[in-house]
């Protein structure tokens, strides 16, 4: 499972959908759409730069969220990446019944995965993509293991997207191979791969990966971003 | 659900945080009971705090505007506020718990000075986040944690105050988990930090209440200032179980348009940040708002879990002042009372003065929650 993080409708609507449609043509997987919100505290200096900038110059979440169902996304599967205040204002209800025939999944990084709970008693049926991190522990993994969503989102650094990573430290593929023993679900990395390399040694470890950081820096250039995403596969 | 109060608190972090708040809540339940811990808290409450501070009967400023008012002096403690009441709790359980290092945010300062304090007392590595624009209005601060040792962190995102303070905390936290505590200074954040510091802070409520006893008879009201709200919740603590009437104030700023105030009840609604389900300004489309305040320890879009839940079961009565009344009262305690309040506690003071009509003749305790220092250098 390949996947490219994007911020929604940055720099601006146009140029996001020029980015979306290269990360489809190009042939990943999955796709995960960042919603913008103004205090996204688990992304990293680039991330959340490009995030300020958007609502800055007018994005609005709601719009975002509303252009999920014009997107073409062919085989692709669509997530949405976004903090738990976007989708309690939006209503969490409503928000399932509204993008459940969308959306594959919803990674809510401030909302771990004991919370998910909250989600679902709630009446939310779209999969919240469950974490397991370095500081997870045996009896989290074996939660995580059997969580609703279609993939573990395993995060391969301690700390915030755009972070360097060791793909080759024991610690990572011991963790993986741990997760493994318990469940049959894929286990995408992500946070800290940047280039073909960094991808490569991921999907030695894992299932797939999701690249952030490195393409949101290109997001403004739509050929450079295109031609990004297509050297890493 | 744990955690929560009523319908408001959670733990809504970053899956990485969650053994250490797991870590931190287990220490917290099993020391906050242990002989020896409450051994160790109450030897520095009283010995390097100064604990119990008083209450002190305001009687040129009773006499002048006809109600009876009673001050909690937390503005006497060392360091100059309630903080140092909640910084030195958590320090020696980050000692307990065998940490080296403490990070904190600081909106005022007062937080961030009483946490620069405790890491030095017990030779904790220490590092304090601060907006940029509350660091330039806040200067005396800056330079007290700076002098204390404190490694101080200037943010410049956003809104460069308090809430931006806490994102980069966040951050570092979630860098740094495995040797770092994260001091929170007020009733917000993830389980267990709101049921936590208010435990701690309980001792100005159980001391105020202890203070009325001697003199036989309880206040009528209690008033406390409230942006997180750790120095409300830390007095109203000791009056829930009675008939006082309870309020908390507040920042009003300079009018209720967006933008202008600090008004995560009065004119917030319910959201998730920072750890919790609670108040917040925010837009229609649920993006945090910019807030503003005088005073810059209130100066933050969200409020503690509880008071949410105190606001919705109607026990407590939320209100607001705002900057210019503030100021005056800043001023007006200084001249009757010989007392420079923080401007932070001079939105409570305001409140009533303001409504001194409404307080007539009754017994009134306002917490005041800090010195002015900090603030007496400022144009207000």
Redesign the interface.
Known sequence: MRGIYIVGNYPDRESFVKCFDAVISAGYEFVEIGV???????D?PVI?SAV?EA?GSGV???DVLAGLKTLSKGKAKLYVMT????I???GIKKFSDDFKDVLSGLII???????H??FYDQGFEIPLIP???????EE?IKKAAVMQGDFIYF?GI???TG?SVDLSSPEISERIQQIKAFTDKKIVMGFGIKDKTDADKALKVADGFVVGTAAVKLQKNSAEYSEFVKSLL | MKGFFGDFGGMFVPETLVPALEQLEREFNMLKDDPEFKKDLARYSTTYIGRPSPVYYASRMSEEYGVEIYLKREDLNHTGSHKINNTIAQALLTRYMGKKRIIAETGAGQHGVATATVAALFGLDCTVYMGAVDAARQKPNVDRMKLLGAKLELVHDGSKTLKDATNAAMRDWVKNVEDTHYIIGSVIGPHPFPEMVAHFQSVIGREARASFKEMGFLPDAVVACVGGGSNAIGIFKGFLDTSCELYGIEAGGLSDNEGDHAMAIGKGRAGILHGCVTYLVQTADGQVADVHSIAAGLDYPGIGPEHSYLHGTGRVTYDKVRDEDAVFAFRELARREGIVPAVESSHAIAYVLKNKDKFKGRKVLINLSGRGDKDSERDI
């Open positions: 913008p919100f103004s205090e996204p505290v688990a990293g959340a300020q609502l609005k979440a709601g903090y738990a205040n976007i309690y204002n939006y990084p401030d909302v771990p995965n004991m919370l709970s909250y974490f397991v991190t370095p500081e997870s522990r989290d995060i301690r700390g915030i972070g």
